[in-house]
């Protein structure tokens, strides 16, 4: 683990010295290693941003500097370069530099979260997780940036290219083995991911599966702000009860208790691993979300079904559910090849989404071991491919 300081300095204003007709203009800022500088007039300039750094490994630190030092001002810069992902708390950009990515906070107010996000996640180390190569923390600016290997695709980018780019059968259930068994790491470190989804979950080029976006991650039992006592003011309604955040279709992958539950619990994950498992059985992104109303129709909830309810009139929408008992529609060409086994990863996937907790499966391993039953059913010989010696896992540096 390597620890750096990057300060940036602001230089006095530009001289301009006309030279044989040529204009040469003084370099009005500059970015130094510290604590050592290299020589220079330090006493000509003053401290304007100071950047505190960890990285992984020399290599990677080295690669920090060199991308501070290059593109300081851009990297604060919203506008500056487009991002390649937006979420709530923050946005992911490409770096100029081959095969990295940075996070950073959209809000200064969201500096602390950012800062959880990337110390948790530098603790963590397991192959089916997303590594964070290092961070770098602005106080002056209330920004913090967190540093990510690129990856080749998403799980999403990758089912939405199935009709061009086919993916076996093996593969897909080999990729959600290595889902659960990153998601059983964290459950063993009392962690709940609490964001499992397509967009979420990364591919290398040769498909291994990382976990990525820990910013909504917590601790297991920890109370669920989402729900707010009834005399609060609230956004929206969820069956009845008030939710402080506005829900759109970025929450519909979310667990029923994300909504209604007094904490967080593991079990909001294995509902989340049953969402993933049923895009990989469809062969297209499962975006519906659930409903434990008896007359709902699973397409267009009744009035009734108050799945969603706005405070507005002009924000109401009809919205499909996504109850435990709805028929999951397996991917035509695997039920011709394998009829036995996609109905019996249908009925898992069918356990993982029952609306009460306590009816789905115990632990993200249970999950991952009827996968891992149902591939070696299909090929004995079959060794899965995060650990075929052909196929290792990534080795970040």
Same mark, same amino acid.
């Given at each position: ?227 707010? +006592? =009834? /005399?609060?003011?609230?956004?929206? !309604? ?7 955040? *506005?829900?759109? #279709?970025?929450? @519909? ?107 789905? +499966? =115990? /632990?993200?391993?249970?999950?991952? !071991? ?7 059913? *299909?090929?004995? #010989?079959?060794? @899965? ?13």
């Amino acid at each position: 683990m390597i620890q750096f300081t990057c300060s940036w300095y602001t230089l006095p204003p530009p001289t301009i010295k006309e030279a044989d007709g040529k204009v040469s203009i003084q370099a009005d800022r500059w970015l130094t290693y510290t604590p050592h500088p290299d020589n220079w007039e330090e006493q000509r300039v003053q401290v304007r941003t100071t950047v505190h750094c960890q990285a992984l490994s020399r290599q990677s630190a080295d690669k920090m500097q060199g991308i501070l030092a290059h593109c300081f001002e851009a990297l604060w810069d919203h506008n500056a370069m487009p991002p390649l992902a937006a979420g709530t708390f923050g946005m992911v950009k490409q770096v100029p530099c081959e095969g990295l990515v940075f996070k950073v906070n959209h809000d200064p107010l969201d500096y602390d979260n950012a800062i959880n996000e990337g110390k948790t996640q530098f603790a963590l180390n397991h192959k089916a997780l997303m590594p964070c190569l290092g961070y770098v923390l602005a106080p002056d600016v209330q920004r913090c940036l967190l540093f990510y290997p690129m990856a080749h695709c998403t799980l999403a980018q990758r089912i939405n290219s199935i009709p061009e780019v086919p993916f076996v059968w093996l593969h897909r259930l080999e990729t959600f083995v290595g889902i659960t068994e990153g998601v059983q790491y964290l459950h063993n470190n009392n962690l709940v991911h609490n964001d499992l989804h397509y967009p979420n979950v990364m591919l290398t080029e040769r498909g291994h599966p990382l976990i990525s976006d820990f910013g909504a991650m917590a601790l297991q039992g920890t109370p669920n702000d989402n729900v707010t +006592p =009834s /005399s609060e003011k609230f956004i929206a !309604q969820f069956n009845g009860l008030p939710v402080k955040r *506005e829900l759109t #279709s970025n929450h @519909l992958h979310l667990p029923p208790e994300f909504y209604t539950g007094p904490t967080l619990e593991y079990t909001a994950d294995i509902f989340m691993l049953g969402v993933l498992l049923t895009g990989l059985l469809e062969g297209t992104l499962c975006e519906l979300a659930w409903t434990n109303h008896p007359d709902c129709k699973f397409n267009n909830c009744p009035a009734e079904c108050r799945h969603f309810l706005w405070p507005a009139p002009q924000r109401r929408q009809k919205l499909r559910c996504y109850p435990g008992h709805r028929k999951i529609r397996v991917d035509s060409d695997l039920h011709v090849q394998y009829p036995e086994n996609a109905l019996k990863a249908r009925e898992l996937a069918s356990h993982c989404l029952k609306v009460s907790p306590q009816e789905r +499966p =115990s /632990s993200a391993m249970a999950v991952g !071991q009827v996968v891992e039953e149902i591939l070696i059913s *299909e090929q004995p #010989s079959h060794q @899965l491919f995060y650990r075929d010696k052909l196929r290792p896992a990534p080795v970040w540096v």
